[in-house]
């Protein structure tokens, strides 16, 4: 089933702006892990916003289970299919306290108290948030004041969720936290979209997209991607780390395997060759 379908889609900011986003189409199956890729102008984020009817295309459609984005009468019902985190987790508190935080959005779509209620504890656990409901908002790390912002957005029982460079104000360990949790929820079923900077962030991903000024110039799973070295940095991006070194150590003539992702299949590669040693 088609979660999110993108057909020729073009944006332009104003009327006589340049275009953001040019006759890009893309589509993403429920379930799917997708994490979409660029330098920055190359319209990442506006796509995101283009998903869940913040903006609504210049040209072409996005539909959402079906949905017209471009239809006024159905932007709610896309809203509670699509949640939202964006970069900045300061910008995302609303309320003093965690748990009010995260019961927001819910009591602004006019949900009833008791289910409010259910809501949060099913996103605070969702985060492992749980012990931190009634605690300031503000004495939180970065990566505990975004799991709360993920919890916020899962208050509303999306079925997408986007997280739009969500982890680059993070240290290591928050972002660690942080895709810990965005991983388990795809697991459980649920579509991601993870607009990143972080190429060792891509290996959670099933699918990758990767924009350049506007439009889709690749897109497949992260080792189809990552094979293909040079033409990514040719869009000003990198491979994973354990890729890069993997790549490395084949240019000098160990014989590793292709499409090693991860610092785990790159140590598994180096076992094998220590036992045939």
């Known amino acids: 089933m088609k979660a999110i379908e993108i057909q020729n889609v073009s944006f332009s900011y ?3 702006g340049n275009s953001v986003i040019k ?18 102008g ?31 009468k159905s932007l709610i019902d896309i809203r509670k299919k699509v949640g939202m985190v964006f970069q900045n ?17 819910p009591e602004n779509l006019g ?10 504890d099913f996103a605070l656990d969702s985060v492992n948030m749980q012990k931190y409901r009634f605690s300031a908002g503000q004495r ?19 079925e997408i969720l986007i997280l739009d460079e969500s982890t680059s104000m993070l240290d290591p360990l928050g972002r660690e936290e942080v895709l810990s949790v965005v991983k388990k929820l795809n697991e459980n079923g649920m579509t991601v979209i993870s607009i990143t900077h972080y190429m060792d962030e891509v290996v959670n991903a099933n699918k990758v997209a990767v924009l350049s000024d506007g439009r889709l110039v690749m897109q497949g799973t992260p080792a189809e991607i990552f094979k293909r070295q040079e033409e990514i940095k ?35 590669e180096l076992c094998k060759l220590f036992q045939k040693a």
Request: hydrophobic share 40%.
């Open 89 to 105: 987790p300061d910008n995302q508190m609303v309320a003093t306290i965690v748990e009010d935080d995260v019961a927001f959005a």
């Open 140 to 158: 939180l790390s970065g990566g505990q004041k975004q799991r709360v912002a993920i919890a916020g957005a899962l208050a509303v029982m999306p």
């Open 14 to 16: 104003g009327e006589n």
């Open 111 to 120: 949900v009833p108290s008791e289910e409010i209620a259910k809501r949060i």
């Open 42 to 72: 190359s319209g990442k984020s506006t796509l995101s916003r283009l998903i869940n009817g913040l903006l609504t295309p210049t040209e072409g459609s996005v539909k959402v289970f079906g949905l017209d984005t471009a239809d006024k």
């Open 234 to 268: 040719s869009y000003g991006l990198d491979v994973p780390r354990a890729t890069k070194i993997a790549n490395a150590l084949k240019e000098n003539g160990v014989d590793i395997a292709d499409g090693v992702l991860t610092a785990e299949g790159l140590a598994e």
């Open 23 to 40: 006759n890009l189409s893309l589509s993403v199956d429920k379930g799917d892990f997708l994490c979409v890729l660029g330098e920055n």
